[in-house]
């Protein structure tokens, strides 16, 4: 995900040392650097093209119970974000990179002297990224909307694309993108390493999700607290039966089970990582 070309530097004229300034120069190196264009252009390609093969296998025949339509619009959700974890995966790299490359290459310090009260360039950077990651997110779940219901016609399944909670748990899945990137941002702000940054990240995301699995029964109540599976409630489709429940019914946390439970979830660990980030970024020397 990185890239041995520095980001080019814009440097702010003393009229420009406000928070637009700094933006504006915080667009500058986001865009110039290759691993942000390979970052997005790999998120969309297997956003649609995952959906879309998805899409054109999933149907409910064998399952032994006639499906709902709210089983029918959960697997349509399911169908246009089931690339979610990858794709929190890219975006989480990317947005270590986005903090952490700088000190990697040193070019942090000539910011540092550009905007020496520092929390700035934490906040134009984190909303550079979370805009971008947005912006291309929410292109890719658009195209493959499309792409996906078509698919899931020649199966037989008829998706409404009337129904409002569809539409909320696809924003959620782009919602989820932005807020694991922002995560990932705010621990590469504190390991300050492009490599720490993105082991603690994979680790977050990847492997204790998988451990937890090994606890005890009830454990998903604490289970459920982890970014990616906070991620799933946040842009899971609102039904009491899912249309995995129709073929074989799963085990689910008791107490965080609404969307925006798990969305609460998610913005808890960017306030308290993105704080800790600021804080450590005030204090130590660059």
């Known amino acids: 995900m990185s890239s041995t070309t520095a980001p080019s530097v814009f440097v702010p ?28 252009a790999v998120l969309l390609t297997l956003t649609v093209g995952i959906g879309a093969q998805v899409s054109s296998s999933l149907s409910f025949e ?37 903090i952490a490359g700088e000190y990697g290459t040193g070019t942090i310090r000539s910011t540092i002297t550009a905007v020496p009260t520092r929390l700035p360039i934490l906040f134009a950077k984190a909303l550079v990224f979370a805009v971008a990651t947005f912006v291309v997110s929410a292109v890719a779940f658009a195209v493959t909307v499309p ?4 698919l899931l016609a020649r199966n037989d399944v008829a998706v409404r694309l009337d129904d409002p909670q569809y539409w909320l748990a696809l924003l959620g899945g782009v919602g989820y993108l932005v807020l694991v990137g922002l995560i990932a941002f705010s621990v590469g702000g504190l390991m300050r390493t492009t490599a720490g940054g ?55 946390s008791d107490w965080i089970t609404e969307p925006w439970q798990g969305g609460l979830t998610l913005v808890a660990w960017v306030a308290v990582l993105f704080t800790a980030a600021a804080v450590l970024l005030e204090q130590r020397d660059a």
């Open 198 to 252: 993105m082991s603690v990240t994979f680790v977050l995301l990847l492997v204790a999700p998988i451990a937890t699995s090994f606890l005890p029964t009830g454990a998903e109540n604490v289970a459920v607290l982890l970014p990616s599976i906070a991620g799933d409630v946040l842009l899971s489709y609102p039904t009491e039966q899912s249309w995995v429940d129709l073929a074989a019914p799963t085990a689910s």
């Open 62 to 98: 064998g399952m032994p119970d006639v499906p709902t339509q709210d089983a029918i619009q959960d697997m349509a959700v399911y169908a246009v974000t089931v690339t979610t974890d990858f794709g929190a995966l890219i975006v989480g790299a990317l947005g270590v990179v986005v």
């Open 13 to 40: 004229a003393e009229g420009d040392l406000y928070l637009g300034g700094v933006i504006r120069s915080e667009w500058i190196k986001f865009r110039s650097v290759r691993s942000t264009w390979w970052a997005y």
């Open 147 to 150: 792409l996906s219901v078509s």
